[in-house]
């Protein structure tokens, strides 16, 4: 057997956490690749076996020269039936200390949501610029339960990495940092599945960087709403809260008019707003240059 890999010249995203140079919008599109393999491995299309990927960490996540990230080292990998909402796996103990799924450490029953523990981890070290763990003092020290802490209590300020701070659009931050702690539940059944991490990315890069809007992915977005949105009158989407059942009925021809319209209002107006700065820039370039005079004092002349 010959195993061909692809090179990741970008190296490994543990060792670029702590950059500078890795800014805020480049972390989340980073974060929604990794998502998007993870997902693929525990819900295959046409498939009949899943992947349990059992060791996710940063050091596995690798990056080409544009910053597209791959999920590598299956070496842990194991197969499950895909035809289950529930694959379990009884294995020994596996996988990278801070990373693991206690549950796991504690019964070796492995399921797809040990999988989405450890990328929760990979998320929160993405926020705080650093792996979630390191030695001293020859002692392993594990922050997960200090990140879980601050999240609680609201005080994610004192563990975001300072660079990102002034970067962040603050509905960008709630939504990285809500779905990353609900993939550190304690209990399974409280973990989402790895497709709504990655809606939940996607939202989180759109209120980010909103000029990478395209209509297909509004569609993702606005389905995972958690409150109603409404466009010119328009209920588009009840949402998951407070929302009766004849609200949820709207017709699939109006959602689309709706939001074909708002990506086509939202294109004009930036077409709009190049336009005027390329005039702007024209008049500037066509205004001549004054040059100084000297002022002469003709009763001195005199």
Known sequence: MILV????????????????ALTWPQRLKICLDAAKGISFLHDPNGAHQRVLHCDI?????????????????????KMG???????????????????CDPLFMKTYCLTKESDVYSFGVVLFEVLCGRLCAEFSNDQLNIFVPMW???????KLDDIIFK???QQM???????????????LQKHREQRPPMSLVVQKLKIA??????VSFNFSDSLEIINAADTSLTYKGLLVTGGKTACSEETKTIENGRLQSALEEMVV??????????KEREIVKTMIEKVPVIQEVPVVDHELMN
């Open 5 to 20: 890999y692809e090179h990741a010249s970008g190296g490994s995203l543990d060792r670029i956490l702590n950059s500078t």
């Open 57 to 77: 960490k940063s050091a596995n996540i690798l990056l080409d020269n544009n910053m597209n990230a791959k999920v590598s080292d299956f070496g842990l990998s």
């Open 81 to 99: 039936p895909a035809n289950q909402k529930y694959s379990a796996l009884i294995t020994n103990a596996a996988g990278t200390p801070g990373y």
């Open 148 to 154: 879980k802490k601050s999240y609680k209590e609201k």
């Open 163 to 165: 660079d990102l701070k």
């Open 169 to 183: 659009d603050q509905k960008s931050l709630e939504t990285f940092a809500d779905i990353a702690f609900q993939c």
């Open 205 to 210: 890069l759109q209120f980010q960087d909103p």
């Open 265 to 274: 209002q939202y294109n004009e107006t930036k077409d709009l707003l190049k």
